[in-house]
């Protein structure tokens, strides 16, 4: 029987690493995700997994590499800054076929920013964030409830890929105690794939990790494509509110998504017809919840920040057919009542002919 | 009586074991191997099988038997 | 007397340029993994540059870290697979330029892995540029007036470095010479022998010699080392040796 506990967001996404057989974790203080860190410093020992508060996030996600190249299912966390030096870690999990996971809690800006909630870094986490043609998974919860399914969803994806699996959490998020079911314990066997590395008798091949291309030569341009083709057909994940006879959809994700609901409902109270798209998955981008969106005149995002970063994802996903506006602002989660208000406006003017 | 073994298709006429040879039982000979590189022979007479060339050689081209 | 190279090693037709150390190097480790015993379980991590290479010659389970990241990938590794000795081979520019932090830490830490770093004094694979360990006045590709020390700084010695740090084995060795070969090989074996026991961090410094990027033949490069870099790099045992 699952518990069904109190829990902060952070903590949350800790517990549920542990349960899905997480046994290393390395990272670093960087608000708002440092409870990661400090539940973690006494929990990992509990359940004999190991844990480093390493000098760096540097060198924190290439203890990570070095983790998952003997088979652990291994995590670091982050924020903003914080995250950014990971990228290089990122690509070079991603180059040699390992999976791990990586969290952003994601904070306000570029630069030092800020340390309250803030959804800037999608562009960074959907497209690569480091050198090279790759891009990761990336799950998107909206309640510490979903940090804590995500995460197991996380490592099981990461191992079925060899890939990292990113989770775009948020400082709102994050700091939120709600309640939470947590999920069952599992074990996790190092040896349950062949590939990591092990120690090698002086008659069987060695192991090596190592970017794949190196030793895969000419096959290599079709696996790869076939595995991105594979993310992308099976792994989309979203929810949608009241999309099929909605003439202004809302898209947003983590925290905005909530009061996006709200919003749905207010505007419907109203005999708007306005409905949500909500991605969980990142990438591979929901591209399959919009071609429901049959009646929409217009797209309207919700997100944390200036720049709509989710706007081109949109119109890629629906063709351009239709206009894409942008709501939002970095200093702080919509107020549900300013959000109807937009959608009056966004209404108004898709009947007057649009952008 | 053979002492030493070599594989000079390794070698790289680097000279070392040359230099280290307390009976100067080493010394390059007129083969070139197919990489290039002139390559060392042994005097297996003078040779005393201390093992310095097999210690400095950095390609494994010696075989102390 | 036989001397035959261990099967754990071979020679790689895409290997080290003449009068290399890596060469050694990475004989002395599959001489010794061999004779202790634990070849079959021995898991390596590599840094990206000349040493990387030994993935083609060393029959080991191997990691190619990120520049600089070798030793932090080790650890971790290690953390993963607790039976397994667990070594990391890298270089002096991985170590002491953009792998600093990571040396510092695991030091201080006392991480549970053995250390080799090979210092040929320069940024080897890249073409020869100045490293922390070149010499005041060494030309390279990126000092080609000679290293100012004054700007630059003097010879990084990791031994003062790590002289407040409580870690079992801290040694430098030299990879020309056959005494100097043989001295060598004692140290890893020792770094082999206290990681086995979980004392923590091991840490070998090779000098090795680097020909192409000295712009010195073998022989020649093996004087500079002996006579020039010795002077700045002493040989012997700082932590955990049996004399003192």
């Keep these: ?355 | 009586m053979e002492k030493i073994k070599t594989d000079v298709t390794r070698c790289k006429g680097c000279g070392l074991c040359v230099e280290e040879c307390p009976k100067q039982a080493i010394s390059f000979g007129d083969h070139m191997n197919v990489k290039g590189y002139r390559t060392i022979v042994v005097d297996q007479e003078a040779c005393i099988q201390c093992g310095s060339c097999y210690r400095v050689c950095p390609d494994i081209v010696f075989e102390i038997l | 007397m036989k001397l035959k190279a261990p099967d754990r090693i071979t020679f790689s037709h895409f290997g080290f340029c003449p009068g290399c150390g890596h060469g050694v190097a990475g004989r002395l480790i599959a001489e010794v993994a061999e004779e202790m015993g634990v070849a079959d379980k021995l898991l390596t991590a590599v840094d990206v540059a000349c040493g990387s290479m030994h993935m083609n010659d060393w029959h080991f389970d191997t990691v190619m870290a990120a520049h600089g990241r070798t030793l932090v990938t080790a650890i971790g590794l290690k953390k993963t697979r607790r039976d397994n000795p667990v070594l990391a081979y890298y270089g002096d520019g991985a170590a002491y330029a953009i792998g600093m932090a990571e040396t510092m830490h695991a030091g201080l830490r006392n991480e549970n892995v053995i250390a080799i770093v090979v210092n040929n004094a320069i940024f080897g694979m890249t073409g020869g540029q100045m490293a922390p360990t070149s010499l005041p006045g060494q030309k390279t590709t990126s000092s080609p007036l000679g290293k100012d020390a004054v700007r630059f700084g003097q010879p990084f010695k990791v031994e003062e470095a790590f002289s407040g740090f409580d870690i079992p084995y801290l040694a430098r060795g030299a990879l020309v010479g056959a005494a100097n070969v043989n001295r060598a090989k004692k140290m890893i074996k020792k770094a082999f022998e206290k990681h086995l026991d979980n004392q923590g961090l091991c840490y070998v410094e090779l000098l090795s010699p680097c020909p192409t990027n000295w712009n010195l033949e073998p022989l020649d490069s093996k004087r500079f080392l002996l006579e020039e870099m010795t002077k700045h790099f002493p040989l012997g045992e700082f932590k955990g040796g049996d004399a003192k």
């Design chain 1, 1 to 355: 029987m699952s518990e069904r506990v109190l829990m902060k967001g952070n903590e949350a996404l800790a517990e549920a690493a542990l349960r899905a057989g997480c046994r290393f974790f390395a990272g670093y203080p960087i608000t708002p995700q440092t409870e990661i860190l400090e539940y973690l410093s006494w929990r990992m020992d509990e359940v004999g997994g190991s844990y480093t508060q390493a000098e760096s996030e540097l060198a924190a996600v290439n203890m990570v590499y070095g983790a998952s190249s003997g088979g652990a299912r291994a995590l670091t966390t982050s924020s903003g800054p914080g995250f950014s030096l990971k990228q290089e870690g990122i690509s070079y999990l991603c180059g040699a076929d390992l999976p791990a996971v990586i969290v952003n809690v994601m904070r306000i800006g570029s630069g030092l920013g800020n340390i309250f909630q803030g959804q800037g870094d999608y562009w960074q986490m959907t497209r690569g964030g480091g050198h090279g043609d790759y891009r990761t998974i990336v799950l998107a919860p909206n309640s510490a409830q979903e940090n804590a399914d995500l995460m197991v969803l996380a490592f099981d994806l990461a191992e079925k890929y060899r890939h990292p699996v990113l989770i775009a959490s948020d400082a709102a998020i994050g700091q939120s105690i709600e309640a939470v079911e947590l999920p069952e314990f599992r074990d996790h066997d190092l040896n349950k794939y062949d590939w990591p590395v092990r120690g090698a008798k002086a008659d069987e091949p060695i192991r090596t990790v190592k970017n794949v291309f190196y030793s895969m030569g000419d096959a290599y341009e079709d696996y790869l494509r076939d595995k991105y083709a594979q993310i992308e057909a099976e792994e989309q994940r979203w929810e949608s509110i009241q999309v099929e006879d909605a003439e202004l959809v809302l898209v947003a994700f983590g925290i905005s998504s909530r009061v996006c609901e709200e919003a749905v409902e207010g505007a419907r109270a109203k005999g708007l017809k306005v409905g949500l798209i909500r991605p969980i998955t990142l990438w591979p981008f929901p591209v399959k919840a919009f071609e429901k969106a049959v009646n929409a005149k217009a797209f309207l995002t919700n997100e944390m920040n200036l720049l709509g970063q989710t706007m081109d994802d949109i119109r890629l996903a629906t063709g351009c057919r239709v206009p894409v506006y942008h709501s939002g602002s970095i200093f702080a989660i919509t107020d549900t009542n300013d959000l109807i208000v937009r959608i009056e406006e966004v209404m108004e003017e898709v009947k007057g002919g649009g952008q």
